[in-house]
């Protein structure tokens, strides 16, 4: 599997684990006032970091480069930076409405730079389709 893919995965995994003691905590609390940022992580942190790291491991030839680097630590910063300022906003911090909106951007700029690579021939696929002589 590529690294990349592990990197992913793992990511993944840390969100999910954060996701999940966000979850236990709203719900042994009663108080459910970060559930905003409890789904953050969980769909943005844990789902699609995976669907990511499928996705690179399903298709290695697009995992090799400095692109798929700079996907994963772009997206990657993006959801954690607003995942944490989002908690933060929603316990009353208005002082980080900023970072919300800059781990925003950064998410949606990680999300574009996936589709580019999705949308995009691996870089040896036009040798492949060529027709034979």
Do not use: C
């Not at 999940?20 to 969980?42: E, K, P, R, W, Y």
């Not at 910063?77 to 300022?85: D, E, F, L, N």
């Amino acid at each position: 599997m590529p690294k990349i893919s592990h990197l992913f995965f793992r990511a993944g995994i840390l969100f999910l684990i954060t996701g999940i003691g966000l979850g236990l905590a709203m719900s042994i609390s009663q108080n459910h006032d970060v559930i905003g940022a409890h789904a953050h992580i969980n769909l943005l942190g844990w789902v699609t970091s995976a669907i990511f790291g499928g996705y690179y491991a399903l298709n290695p030839a697009k995992a090799e480069g400095r692109l798929p680097q700079i996907h994963f630590w772009v997206y990657t910063a993006g959801v954690a930076m607003m995942s944490v300022a989002l908690y933060l906003l929603l316990k009353g911090n208005t002082g980080v409405e900023a970072f919300v909106a800059i781990g925003s951007l950064l998410t949606a700029a990680g999300v574009l730079i996936g589709a580019y690579v999705f949308f995009t021939p691996a870089p040896n696929a036009a040798t492949r389709m060529q027709p034979a002589e």
